[in-house]
């Protein structure tokens, strides 16, 4: 089975710029998340979707972010206008109504300079 | 309040020694799930051991047990027979509530390095 899929693994962006974070959850997956690592922060949740419908944004820290999830396979999450303290590790994981577990994808690396 | 405490920030363990990483959390829900989690320095998130708040006995996977201790809301993880493929951050997390709700909240981890 393919696991959860991020793209791109590494970012590299200046300060005001569009970013775009994708992710592919494991096919049959109802739920999606999103992460972001930071050494100061640990890991915190930014916004998860139950069924394609986001269910809980009171993690995403300001306007700037935003995510989607257009249909069962595929979402998206984009800072606009970056900046250099967005740097971070975003991960997204999926899992499935039934199962506890969450499957996490490889993370995205994203530096804004 | 942190609802998940990791009071280890590092570890070093002789391999094929046992280890125990600590992990105590804070809820008032009387149900709730709690994860181990291993990241290597490749960095990706691989699930470990998941133990249920109604579960009656310790979870086990492999080399990894989890020591459940309800009354004192700990749940420690035991790492047997160590290896120098588990050095890596480990992270303990916790779900709250039952029902369709599969947030994940996350300790701050504890690095093992496990020596030769």
């Known amino acids: 089975d393919a696991g959860v899929i991020q793209s791109p693994r590494h970012e590299v962006t200046e300060m005001g710029q569009e970013v775009t974070l994708r992710c592919k959850p494991i096919s049959g997956h109802d739920y999606l998340f999103w992460y972001r690592q930071t050494m100061m922060r640990g890991l915190e949740l930014l916004i998860y979707?139950?069924?394609?419908?986001?269910?809980?944004d009171s993690g995403m820290p300001e306007d700037r972010f935003s995510a989607k999830m257009p249909n069962a396979s595929f979402s998206t999450l984009k800072i606009q206008p970056s900046e250099p303290r967005d740097s971070a590790v975003y991960f997204c994981?999926?899992?499935?109504?039934?199962?506890?577990?969450?499957?996490f994808g490889s993370g995205t690396q994203l530096s804004v300079l | 309040a942190q609802k998940i405490t990791q009071t280890q920030p590092g570890m070093f363990v002789q391999e094929k020694e046992a280890v125990t990483l600590d992990c105590t959390y804070d809820t008032s829900d009387p149900s709730y799930g709690l994860f181990w989690y291993k990241q290597p320095s490749s960095g990706e998130m691989i699930f470990l051991i998941y133990q249920g708040s109604y579960d009656q006995q310790n979870a086990t996977e492999g080399r990894y047990s989890l020591n459940f201790q309800k009354a004192r809301k700990s749940a420690n993880l035991v790492i047997s027979a160590s290896q120098l493929g588990d050095s890596a951050m480990y992270f303990c997390a916790m779900r709250e509530g039952a029902g369709s709700a599969r947030q994940l909240t996350f300790g701050s981890g504890t690095q093992l390095t496990v020596l030769p």
């Open positions: 979707f139950n069924n394609n419908v986001p269910i809980d």
């Open positions: 994981a999926s899992s499935s109504q039934d199962r506890e577990k969450l499957f």
